[in-house]
């Protein structure tokens, strides 16, 4: 790729609004919403019923469930729909929980979760459960080491997040469901961030539970799912109607699960291309970023990421401040995850990859999908430029450190 686009009037002039939030929620791609369309009207069926109105809802659901596993190479009958990855890993892990409690009360997870898993197992631990929070390495890569040296003779699950919401690293899977299951402990991965994104294979990858979400695939926010192998069979976490083979009560959102469907089905085609090119324009703009502006550090592994994330510490500065300076330049970005903003205690992640706290203060996640362009990258460099030159120009921490420097 060509990098020598420099500051055109093209770019000064762009309308001004940039999406690099894409790991918190993505746009709705206009085909996935045609496919629902009939489904929030003229189609209002319930597939529970016998007539002829809820056999066609019926049907088209069934093949929603068809692609979804043909994705990740499980069967129709193991995948579950529920109301989005929240939901799919409280019910994996709470379940598993409460139906081996005779067996053993030791959960194995790690400290770079997602609050849906880690809030989780921090309400069991409150409840009698213990829970080995297993370290990562200055990637965000878990320790295998640790994680083995974690398993017990009561240990019931292992959760592991396949790949980071907040610094993108991939964990190795494979190999933690291969310690998983000879041991014959359960195997849980929260896949949020990698359903659709990155190649998945449950059957090689000895996944025994995996949590998926239609909204980080340019799909409709209320709909997941949770891949259950079929010699799981969690018991149901919603209690109801006889839905989802009596595992998951609650009227089918036909809607949802069409537009699950469709855009899981639209990522499978097009995400090796995809990716190649998301993974050439992430690598662009956090090059730039490190090359044109000083004490910046990309977080996480370099090659071991999601093709969409670039999360860089710019030292001397805080992360709220540059949040809200980019976002009047129109640039939506994070700092976190999306949960924890607002909150001024800086991420796990960033603490378990070892950083500092006034180093984790200053952190940026931008997330890009295939609708970003290099133009728009080009703005966002020039505008972080200007911003952290600002911000720094304020910030008596980076004046001691370049006096310091003098001296
Ligand atoms: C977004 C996200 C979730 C939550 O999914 P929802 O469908 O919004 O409930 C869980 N885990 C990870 C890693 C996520 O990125």
């Given at each position: 790729?060509?990098?020598?686009?420099?500051?055109?009037?093209?770019?000064?002039?762009?309308?001004?609004?940039?999406?690099?939030?894409?790991?918190?929620?993505?746009?709705?791609?206009?085909?996935?919403?045609?496919?629902?369309?009939?489904?929030?009207?003229?189609?209002?069926?319930?597939?529970?019923?016998?007539?002829?109105?809820?056999?066609?809802?019926?049907?088209?659901?069934?093949?929603?469930?068809?692609?979804?596993?043909?994705?990740?190479?499980?069967?129709?009958?193991?995948?579950?729909?529920?109301?989005?990855?929240?939901?799919?890993?409280?019910?994996?892990?709470?379940?598993?929980?409460?139906?081996?409690?005779?067996?053993?009360?030791?959960?194995?997870?790690?400290?770079?979760?997602?609050?849906?898993?880690?809030?989780?197992?921090?309400?069991?631990?409150?409840?009698?459960?213990?829970?080995?929070?297993?370290?990562?390495?200055?990637?965000?890569?878990?320790?295998?080491?640790?994680?083995?040296?974690a398993i017990r003779p009561d240990t019931i699950l292992i959760s592991v997040?396949?790949?980071?919401?907040?610094?993108?690293?991939?964990?190795?899977?494979?190999?933690?469901?291969?310690?998983?299951?000879?041991?014959?402990?359960?195997?849980?991965?929260?896949?949020?961030?990698?359903?659709?994104?990155?190649?998945?294979?449950?059957?090689?990858?000895?996944?025994?539970?995996?949590?998926?979400?239609?909204?980080k695939i340019h799909g409709p926010k209320g709909i997941g799912m949770l891949?259950?192998?079929?010699?799981?069979?969690?018991?149901?976490?919603?209690?109801?109607?006889?839905?989802?083979?009596?595992?998951?009560?609650?009227?089918?959102?036909?809607?949802?699960?069409?537009?699950?469907?469709?855009?899981?089905?639209?990522?499978?085609?097009?995400?090796?291309?995809?990716?190649?090119?998301?993974?050439?324009?992430?690598?662009?703009?956090?090059?730039?970023?490190?090359?044109?502006?000083?004490?910046?550090?990309?977080?996480?592994?370099?090659?071991?990421?999601?093709?969409?994330?670039?999360?860089?510490?710019?030292?001397?500065?805080?992360?709220?401040?540059?949040?809200?300076?980019?976002?009047?330049?129109?640039?939506?970005?994070?700092?976190?995850?999306?949960?924890?903003?607002?909150?001024?205690?800086?991420?796990?992640?960033?603490?378990?990859?070892?950083?500092?706290?006034?180093?984790?203060?200053?952190?940026?996640?931008?997330?890009?999908?295939?609708?970003?362009?290099?133009?728009?990258?080009?703005?966002?460099?020039?505008?972080?430029?200007?911003?952290?030159?600002?911000?720094?120009?304020?910030?008596?921490?980076y004046e001691d450190a370049m006096k310091k420097k003098e001296e």
């Amino acid at each position: 790729m060509k990098c020598d686009v420099k500051d055109t009037d093209a770019v000064k002039q762009m309308p001004k609004t940039i999406y690099l939030d894409n790991a918190a929620t993505t746009i709705l791609k206009p085909e996935v919403l045609d496919a629902m369309m009939p489904y929030l009207t003229e189609k209002y069926g319930n597939p529970s019923s016998i007539h002829s109105f809820g056999a066609g809802c019926s049907a088209v659901c069934e093949s929603a469930r068809k692609t979804i596993a043909g994705l990740i190479n499980a069967k129709d009958n193991e995948i579950y729909f529920t109301s989005g990855g929240s939901e799919s890993d409280n019910w994996a892990i709470k379940s598993v929980a409460y139906m081996k409690k005779d067996k053993g009360k030791h959960i194995i997870t790690s400290a770079v979760e997602h609050h849906a898993v880690l809030e989780t197992c921090e309400f069991l631990q409150r409840d009698g459960f213990e829970i080995s929070f297993v370290g990562v390495d200055d990637k965000g890569i878990i320790k295998i080491d640790e994680l083995k040296a974690a398993i017990r003779p009561d240990t019931i699950l292992i959760s592991v997040i396949y790949a980071n919401n907040e610094i993108g690293t991939i964990q190795p899977i494979k190999e933690i469901g291969e310690i998983a299951r000879s041991k014959g402990i359960l195997f849980h991965t929260d896949a949020v961030q990698a359903f659709g994104h990155v190649p998945i294979d449950v059957e090689k990858e000895n996944i025994d539970m995996m949590s998926a979400s239609a909204h980080k695939i340019h799909g409709p926010k209320g709909i997941g799912m949770l891949y259950m192998k079929n010699n799981v069979k969690l018991t149901p976490m919603i209690h109801g109607g006889p839905h989802e083979r009596k595992r998951r009560a609650g009227t089918s959102n036909v809607p949802g699960i069409v537009g699950f469907g469709k855009a899981a089905e639209l990522s499978s085609i097009s995400m090796a291309k995809n990716n190649a090119k998301i993974t050439e324009k992430r690598n662009y703009l956090i090059d730039r970023i490190l090359s044109e502006i000083p004490y910046s550090r990309l977080n996480g592994d370099r090659d071991r990421r999601l093709p969409g994330n670039a999360n860089i510490s710019f030292r001397y500065i805080e992360g709220e401040s540059m949040l809200m300076m980019v976002d009047m330049k129109g640039i939506a970005a994070s700092t976190g995850s999306a949960c924890a903003s607002g909150s001024l205690d800086p991420s796990h992640v960033l603490l378990a990859i070892g950083l500092p706290h006034e180093i984790a203060h200053g952190s940026l996640r931008m997330t890009l999908s295939e609708f970003t362009t290099k133009e728009e990258l080009d703005y966002t460099v020039e505008a972080l430029k200007e911003v952290v030159s600002k911000l720094r120009a304020m910030s008596p921490l980076y004046e001691d450190a370049m006096k310091k420097k003098e001296e």
